[in-house]
């Protein structure tokens, strides 16, 4: 079964937690992604953004993208996968915590992302479904 370190995107890029959410969302269209980890002055993981946070969380309530910064949209602690887990407990984490993309941590340092996409090219057909129907589930 292939680690996390095998299968992920090694070329991550952060925002700070103090650079504002306009800064991310352009580095996301640069980028052509959904989501960037968002990483501390100590270089260490402090959580996630998303489009969608952007949206949701910031335009829909009116907020002014330009005047709230990545930290403040950081969860409490980010759901994350060690380098050395390998395929099955990716799965696992990533139904349990509903997520398509996880931080991959060696130590306390962020080398990579673990994507949905990656383990879909890593492993047969069902395991990726089964967890392709727990992320997508409506609670």
């Known amino acids: 079964m292939p680690t996390a370190r095998e299968i992920m995107t090694n070329d991550v890029t952060c925002v ?4 504002d959410l306009k800064t991310a ?7 052509g992604v959904g989501s960037l980890p968002i990483c501390g002055a100590d270089n260490r993981l402090k959580g ?9 969380k910031v335009l829909a309530e009116g907020r002014d993208p330009g005047n709230v910064t990545a930290g403040e ?7 994350t996968i060690g380098a050395d887990d390998d395929a099955t407990e990716i799965l696992r984490t990533m139904g349990q915590h509903k997520v398509r993309r996880l931080p991959v941590i060696d130590g306390q340092q962020l080398v990579g992302i673990v994507a949905v996409a990656d383990v879909a090219r890593s492993l ?16």
């Open 16 to 19: 700070s937690e103090h650079d």
């Open 124 to 139: 047969p057909e069902r395991p990726v479904g089964d967890l392709i129907e727990a992320i997508s589930e409506h609670n």
């Open 73 to 79: 949209l950081a969860q409490s602690e980010a759901v």
């Open 48 to 56: 996630m953004v998303t489009d969608r946070d952007i949206v949701v």
């Open 25 to 31: 969302a352009r580095r996301m269209a640069e980028l």
